[in-house]
């Protein structure tokens, strides 16, 4: 089973891909997927969180 499903699902709800979220953590996307691969603490996982609710209104105020 995947480490960190309820990130990956929570990424995949707002419609971004691995890379997007790297991005916006400023780093690459093979260092977030083997970052992922265990399991993160709380506040790693609540910075991911954030980071994936700015990009989405950030999405949203672009869309109108």
């Known amino acids: 089973m995947k480490n960190n499903l309820d990130i990956r699902y929570r990424l995949d709800r707002a ?14 996307d093979s260092a977030l997927s083997r970052t992922l691969r265990q399991e993160l603490s709380d ?3 609540e910075k991911i969180v954030k980071t994936i609710d700015e990009m989405s209104e950030r999405r949203k105020k672009e869309n109108g």
């Open 43 to 45: 506040v790693q996982k």
């Open 15 to 28: 419609g971004f891909k691995m890379w997007e979220l790297a991005t916006a953590l400023g780093t690459s």
